[in-house]
T-cell receptor, first 114, second 112 residues
Framework: KAGVTQTPRYLIKTRGQQVTLSCSPI?????VSWYQQTPGQGLQFLFE???????NKGNFPGRFSGRQFSNSRSEMNVSTLELGDSALYLCASSLMGVGANVLTFGAGSRLTVL | QKEVEQNSGPLSVPEGAIASLNCTYS??????FFWYRQYSGKSPELIMSIYSNGDKEDGRFTAQLNKASQYVSLLIRDSQPSDSATYLC????????????FGAGTRLFVKA
């Protein structure tokens, strides 16, 4: 069974640019969550999608956005990049239901903003 | 703001000892609790989930939950150098859609 696939794995951007990250969940998983991980802040929740609907959003500025497609694949976009956006962006998928919200993480996309 | 608190460590234990990792959470309504392990340069992976008060054992790992005290712990028996990693406590915030909140993690070093 294929795991959670994130692309690209590494990318370097400059300030002011925008970036799109992609996540393909485990087959059958309909929930996709995105997290930002930095050494100083740990894992910070960005947003969660289920059936193409954003159900929850973390405390990030509007420059951070996302979407989910009908096949459950998800993308997140960061516009007008800032140096502080350098981080590991992790996508996680899960089955839904009581006791089923166990997250399976992808390998992450490491973004460096210069 | 719902929070999950962990001692960042590092926690250092000798090989074969018991490692004890602790976590507190702020939301009394939380129902689902998890421990994830993250090796350096890797993504987090689930090692334990617990939903009811008491202990849950899985091999060398035991998770303990006390909802009255809003406290979750993880015991690792017979610690091995391969257990050296960051351990993340996580709690589901189930209001308005599933959201999992993570603590900052405790770094564990097991010395051979």
């Amino acid at each position: 069974k294929a795991g959670v696939t994130q692309t690209p794995r590494y990318l370097i951007k400059t300030r002011g640019q925008q970036v799109t990250l992609s996540c393909s969940p485990i087959s059958g998983h309909r929930s996709v969550s995105w997290y930002q991980q930095t050494p100083g802040q740990g894992l910070q929740f960005l947003f969660e999608y289920f059936s193409e609907t954003q159900r929850n959003k973390g405390n990030f500025p509007g420059r951070f956005s996302g979407r989910q497609f009908s096949n459950s694949r998800s993308e997140m976009n960061v516009s007008t990049l800032e140096l502080g956006d350098s981080a590991l962006y992790l996508c996680a998928s899960s089955l839904m239901g009581v006791g089923a919200n166990v997250l399976t993480f992808g390998a992450g996309s490491r973004l460096t903003v210069l | 703001q719902k929070e999950v608190e962990q001692n960042s460590g590092p926690l250092s234990v000798p090989e074969g000892a018991i490692a004890s990792l602790n976590c507190t959470y702020s939301d009394r309504g939380s129902q689902s609790f998890f421990w994830y392990r993250q090796y350096s340069g890797k993504s987090p992976e689930l090692i334990m989930s617990i939903y009811s008060n008491g202990d849950k054992e899985d091999g060398r790992f035991t998770a303990q939950l006390n909802k009255a005290s809003q406290y979750v712990s993880l015991l690792i028996r017979d610690s091995q150098p391969s257990d050296s990693a960051t351990y993340l406590c996580a709690v589901n915030d189930e209001a308005g859609g599933f959201k999992t909140i993570f603590g900052a993690g405790t770094r564990l070093f097991v010395k051979a």
